[in-house]
């Protein structure tokens, strides 16, 4: 696992937490937080986290829609997402196809400091959000998480300035198999009660929404509204992305 290694040796005095399988260390300069399915996966794919670098590399040359290729590993990055961002918005928000894999890339910059959970919030998020999935299943609700894998912060230069640049490591949905259920519910994906679109099956939508909604921030999971939702084309199972635990 020399990349692990590699992006382990770059934390500052790591501290290393381990708590229920989330794996995570947190430094001066970088933090990194992933789950043990990832780790065992990208076992059997080494060069799989040299993307990282690559994006990096690339940050400030991405264009929408323009793919750009990792002649050392083969590894592809593309500015593309499913859903309701489109062109310049989407730009850090990336399809990378690695040799037997297509991820979603989410890229985060900002200023503002690390702070100590930072890099390992999401993933916390998504051991906290596992039970309440099972519950809302069991009433009939029909609903999934897209595993987030990996996160990954660390500081780039930024001419004389650092900024703080966090990636965000899920599966990537197709536009085929999914659709976003804020552009579902709402025109011009904007939620507000007069652009809702009433029909029978979209008022069962959200009430599906309202309830999920509920019982995360009742257990402490943040960010779950339409916005952060995929609906399966196929099966009308609602997938939550982009949720944060307290
Ligand atoms: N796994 C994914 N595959 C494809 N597209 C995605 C995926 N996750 C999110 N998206 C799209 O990218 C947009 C932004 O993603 P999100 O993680 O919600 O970031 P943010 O809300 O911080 O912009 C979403 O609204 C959705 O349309
Ligand atoms: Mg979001």
Same mark, same amino acid.
């Given at each position: 696992?020399?990349?692990?290694? @590699?992006?382990?040796?770059?934390?500052? +005095? !790591?501290?290393?937490?381990?708590?229920? %399988? *989330?794996?995570?260390?947190?430094?001066?300069?970088?933090?990194?937080?992933?789950? !043990?399915?990832?780790?065992?996966?990208?076992?059997?794919?080494?060069?799989?986290?040299?993307?990282?670098?690559?994006? @990096?590399?690339?940050?400030?040359?991405?264009?929408?829609?323009v793919a750009l290729k990792d002649k050392k590993t083969g590894t592809t990055i593309e500015p593309l997402c499913t859903g309701e961002y489109k062109g310049n918005n989407a730009l850090h928000r990336l399809s990378v196809v690695t040799k037997d894999r297509e991820f979603f890339c989410k890229i985060k910059l900002n200023g503002k400091a690390l702070t100590e959970s930072d890099a390992n @919030?999401? $993933?916390?998020?998504? @051991?906290?959000?596992?039970?309440?999935?099972?519950?809302?299943?069991?009433?009939?609700?029909? *609903?999934?998480?897209?595993?987030?894998?990996?996160?990954?912060?660390?500081?780039?230069?930024? %001419? /004389?300035?650092?900024?703080?640049?966090?990636? $965000?490591?899920?599966?990537?949905?197709?536009?085929?198999? $999914?659709?976003?259920? $804020?552009?579902?519910?709402?025109? %011009?994906?904007? #939620?507000?009660?007069?652009?809702?679109?009433?029909?029978?099956?979209? /008022?069962?939508?959200?009430? +599906? *929404?309202?309830?999920?909604?509920?019982?995360?921030?009742?257990?402490?999971?943040?960010?779950?509204?339409?916005?952060?939702?995929?609906?399966?084309?196929?099966?009308?199972?609602?997938? #939550?992305?982009? #949720?944060?635990?307290?």
């Amino acid at each position: 696992m020399a990349l692990f290694r @590699r992006l382990r040796n770059w934390v500052v +005095r !790591p501290k290393k937490t381990r708590r229920n %399988g *989330v794996i995570s260390y947190s430094g001066s300069k970088h933090k990194l937080a992933y789950t !043990p399915e990832f780790k065992a996966w990208v076992k059997h794919n080494p060069g799989a986290l040299d993307a990282f670098h690559f994006i @990096r590399k690339n940050l400030h040359h991405l264009k929408p829609f323009v793919a750009l290729k990792d002649k050392k590993t083969g590894t592809t990055i593309e500015p593309l997402c499913t859903g309701e961002y489109k062109g310049n918005n989407a730009l850090h928000r990336l399809s990378v196809v690695t040799k037997d894999r297509e991820f979603f890339c989410k890229i985060k910059l900002n200023g503002k400091a690390l702070t100590e959970s930072d890099a390992n @919030r999401k $993933v916390e998020a998504q @051991r906290q959000a596992k039970p309440i999935i099972r519950e809302l299943n069991k009433r009939g609700l029909n *609903v999934a998480l897209a595993p987030t894998h990996i996160i990954y912060e660390t500081k780039i230069k930024d %001419g /004389d300035h650092e900024q703080t640049v966090t990636f $965000v490591v899920s599966d990537f949905y197709h536009a085929h198999d $999914v659709e976003s259920v $804020v552009g579902k519910l709402y025109h %011009g994906n904007n #939620i507000l009660p007069e652009n809702y679109i009433k029909t029978p099956a979209n /008022d069962q939508l959200s009430e +599906r *929404v309202k309830q999920i909604r509920n019982m995360m921030l009742d257990y402490g999971v943040f960010d779950v509204h339409a916005h952060n939702m995929f609906l399966n084309k196929k099966t009308g199972q609602i997938i #939550i992305f982009d #949720i944060n635990s307290a």
